[in-house]
Every structure is written in C-alpha cells, then in structure tokens.
C-alpha cells in the first residue's frame, strides 16, 4: 500500500549550531492495505517526521515513497491528498471567523446537511448546533481534537494519518478515540497509521513501529515493542516517568 524505501530526512539543526543532521536516517517498511499502525518512540526521535515525509510536508533527501504502486516522492501534499491520503495535525489549527461547518464542508467536498450529519454522527458528535461553531480559541481542546477528527474522516481517506491524536484531551476520551479510528479502520478498510506513546492506542494496532533516532528499531506486535519501550523510558512505560498524570501516559 505505501512503501517507503532508504527515505531519508536531513536538515540543518539550530541545537547543533547549524549542522545538518539525518532526522530520519534511512527507513525501509511498507504500510499494508487496512491495518493499523502503532508509531512508537521517545520524544524527538523522528515519528513525525516520518509521517510528515508520507504525506508530502516535508520533501525527503533521499530515498522513495510509493502508494498503490505508484512513485509518489515528487508530489506535492494536494496531489497526496487527491490520492487519497489525509493527515491530521497534533496541534488542530483555529481560524478565525470560520466555523466547523465550513471546515468540514471543504473537507467533504459537500455542504449537503444530511451529508455533514452523516459524518459527524461517525464522529460521535450529536448535536448539530456543533456545526455552527466558530473554530476558534474558545473550543476546548477535546472540541477542537473532535473537529480535526471530523474533518480528517470527512475525506474518506485510504490512508488516515494521525499525530498524537490524544494531545490535549482528558484521559476518559481516549478509549472513545481509539474505537472511532478502529470502526473506522474496519469498516472502510482505512489504512491507518497513529503516532502515539498511549498504550490504548497501541494495543489498538495491528503493528507496532518503533523509531528510535530517526530509525525503525523495531516493528511487530505490541507484546514485543514493550520491553524495548520500557527500556527506552518512554513515556507511559516507565515508572520512573515524570509525565504519568498526562494523558499520553494512559497505563
Ligand atoms: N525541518 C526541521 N529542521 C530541523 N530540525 C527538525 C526539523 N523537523 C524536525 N526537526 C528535529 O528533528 C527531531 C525529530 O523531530 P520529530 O520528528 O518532530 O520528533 P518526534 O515526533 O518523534 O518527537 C527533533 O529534534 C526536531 O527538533
Ligand atoms: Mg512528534
């Protein structure tokens, strides 16, 4: 579905007065069609990055991107997105003076209202008054997670990119979350792939990709990835993290 063969991604790194640095340092795996994947790894080490590289924001130093066969390195994000591929952002952005109907309207390429309830009824959202509320600095941050989710899921993407989708929202919704992105996967046969420390959400997958400085450490199921995890300190798999009341750090 989507290979990815030596991609590579270097830059220059302002920590490191300037110096170019391989950010993802040469990463061969291919993404099948309709499972879900786990992105795993300590802070920094590249997840997204990787997931960036996929979806056509940052342009790669080296290496391929193929979907469906297809070599898909040299295209632009539009392209990527007409192809089917959607990518939801950790941080979602507010506008001003735009409301969710509108975001979600572009996303769906319809501004139909049966359409619009359609989806936001799979988004667990029931009220439609939610649709005419301005996406701005007043949303919560679940409202603002569940916008992004909308609008994401509104293009009926074959390949669903999902950035830390728990950030910013309180423990108790994560589970709702993680069922949404596996009805989701289930019944459209959406190729998803979910960059997260959270245990549900990796539980969740199908896969387990571990990145570790910019390069798969590991890749298989989640009973596997643990130790490594642990090892590595990573946020919710180690007792000695600072960050256990977060709720990336579901245990
Ligand atoms: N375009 C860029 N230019 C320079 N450094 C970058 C760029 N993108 C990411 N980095 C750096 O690369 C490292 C990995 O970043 P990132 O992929 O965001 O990590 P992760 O998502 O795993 O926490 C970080 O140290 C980050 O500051
Ligand atoms: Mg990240």
Redesign the pocket.
């Known amino acids: 579905m989507i290979e990815i063969k030596d991609l590579e991604f270097s830059?220059?790194?302002?920590d490191e007065g300037g110096k170019m640095r391989a950010?993802v340092a040469g990463m061969d795996f291919t993404f099948e069609k309709g499972k879900f994947y786990g992105i795993t790894?300590p802070?920094?080490?590249?997840?997204?990055?990787?997931a960036k590289l996929i979806m056509g924001i940052?342009p790669p130093t080296g290496g391929t991107i193929r979907f469906q066969g297809e070599d898909i390195t040299g295209l632009s994000i539009t392209d990527r997105a007409n192809k089917g591929i959607a990518y939801s952002f950790q941080n979602a952005a507010r506008f001003k003076g735009i409301t969710f109907r509108d975001l979600l309207s572009i996303a769906a390429g319809t501004d139909d209202e049966d359409e619009l309830v359609k989806i936001i009824g799979r988004v667990g959202i029931c009220s439609l008054d939610f649709l005419d509320k301005p996406v701005d600095a007043k949303l919560s941050g679940g409202e603002i997670k569940k916008i992004e989710l909308a609008t994401t899921i509104a293009r009926n993407p074959k390949v669903a990119i999902y950035d830390e989708p728990d950030t910013g929202i309180d423990l108790w919704t994560i589970g709702p979350m993680v069922d949404l992105l596996k009805k989701e996967q289930t019944e459209y046969e959406t190729t998803t792939l979910v960059?997260s420390h959270n245990r549900a959400f990796l539980e969740a997958a199908d896969a387990i990709l571990l990145?570790k400085d910019g390069r798969i450490a590991y890749s298989g199921d989640f009973e596997g990835a643990v130790p490594i995890l642990t090892d590595l300190s990573v946020c919710g798999f180690s007792d000695t993290c600072e960050e256990t009341n977060d709720a990336r750090c579901y245990r």
Do not use: R, Y
């Open positions: 830059a220059p790194v302002e950010i790894g802070n920094g080490s590249g997840k997204t990055t990787l940052n960059v990145i």
